[in-house]
């Protein structure tokens, strides 16, 4: 651009009739040279935002995983008598065989905790690297204060934000979709995601129906910057024209108006709709994550779903034409439905039992009252505890 400048400059200095054009062509370069400024200034802030602000892109991958898991294991026998039905009866129903319930010693900020030490310490970072915590839970019993602020004071992470989101059983898809996002738009470098559950606190152990299928527990994720992308943009959504299917019977506010003759707020199931909702619905979500994320079915080394129950997870499976080699996760065996815990606390056993390496491929669906759902690709993470 200099060569053009000297030319309007020498332009400017000839005589007569010339000068004119010349003052032209000079307003002219100077008005494309203000709108270049501009267009590089923007980019660059667009570049800024992107990558932190240290020049390399900055995508987003899961670096550290940890979970808590009850002491307590109890099996469907040890059931059986209770609900007046045989252990098999459990097992053929949701392919169960025991659960994990948490103690009063066990609390939900207890398992969190406990979770996200764990995943911090994997990741190679400190408390005070975490920038920005989100908690997915439907179990916690204060509507406020949030137990992401509680964890955030608990780990101390020098004031991070923190916040809850309530989106059950698909929490945890829909919390690592935020953090995605909030490393990408330059908000965050590490963020904490968790799945924490006590299900069991607003189970209502008369029904038979569902008392047998949840679990408690916690599972946690670092999310950091990357160079490559680790986490797909997510397929998610909800159809709450279906919110009868599942979710608190009663409200706290009829429950509080009259809490002798309104029973205490507990989940519900309608158990084969939801089935048939989630074995059709899913497999089309599931679908389109694979090719929001550019990868097939036979490029995926693990299905880890939402541990809702065996069958539906095995309908899924089966739909979606999984290879042979693909590792399906069924944490639920022993782990029973744990909601927004579920997702990690099966990616963890599966590291665990070596059946999936750090950096291999793994689809995630997760799905829930709402009846919310989501569905990504991820990169699952090289460390874990």
């Given at each position: ?38 267009v ?52 053929s129903?949701?392919g ?35 920038d ?10 204060y ?18 934000p ?39 606190d ?6 038979r ?42 409200s ?20 084969q ?50 290879p042979e ?25 599966l ?18 009252a ?16």
């Open positions: 651009m200099s060569g053009t400048w000297e030319e309007a400059r020498h332009l400017m200095l000839r005589a007569g009739s010339k000068r004119r054009h010349a003052h032209k062509y000079l307003l002219l370069m100077s008005q494309f040279r203000q709108r270049t400024v501009l590089l200034s923007e980019t660059a802030e667009r570049a800024h935002r992107v990558t932190g602000g240290e020049g390399v892109p900055s995508e987003a991958t899961i670096i550290g995983l940890g979970v808590y898991r009850p002491a307590l294991s109890v099996s469907n026998e040890e059931l059986s008598n209770f609900i007046q039905s045989e252990s098999g009866w459990i097992e129903r949701s169960i065989r025991s659960r994990r319930w948490a103690d009063h010693r066990e609390s939900l900020l207890e398992m969190a905790r406990a979770a996200s030490e764990g995943a911090i310490r994997s990741s190679g970072l400190c408390a005070n690297d975490i920005l915590i989100i908690v997915s839970t439907i179990s916690h019993m509507q406020t204060p949030s137990l992401a602020a509680e964890l955030a004071s608990s780990l101390r992470t020098d004031g991070c923190a916040f809850d989101i309530s989106a059950a059983c698909a929490g945890f898809c829909y919390a690592l979709q935020l953090a995605r996002d909030a490393i990408r738009s330059g908000s965050a470098h590490n963020v904490l995601v968790v799945g924490a559950e006590r299900i069991s607003i189970t209502d152990f008369s029904d129906s569902i008392m047998f299928l949840h679990g408690d527990g916690a599972g946690a994720v670092v999310v950091g910057r990357s160079a490559i992308s680790g986490i797909s943009q997510a397929i998610w959504g909800s159809d709450g024209s279906k919110v009868s299917l599942l979710g608190q019977d009663v706290w506010h009829a429950f509080s108006e009259n809490p002798c003759k309104t029973r205490k707020p507990a989940l519900r199931m309608k158990g709709e939801v089935f048939r909702w989630a074995s059709f619905s899913l497999v089309t979500y599931a679908q389109r994550a694979l090719e929001r994320a550019n990868v097939s079915a036979t490029q995926i080394q693990a299905f880890i779903p939402h541990q809702a129950n065996k069958r539906i997870i095995e309908n899924i499976a089966n739909k979606l034409q999984l080699d693909v590792v399906i996760a069924q944490d639920i065996v022993t782990q029973g439905n744990t909601s927004s815990a579920s997702i990690p606390l099966a990616m963890h056993a590291l665990r039992e070596g059946e999936l390496q750090g950096g291999e491929t793994a689809l995630l669906v997760g799905f829930g709402g009846m919310t759902y989501a569905s990504q690709v991820v990169k699952v993470p090289l460390n874990f505890t």
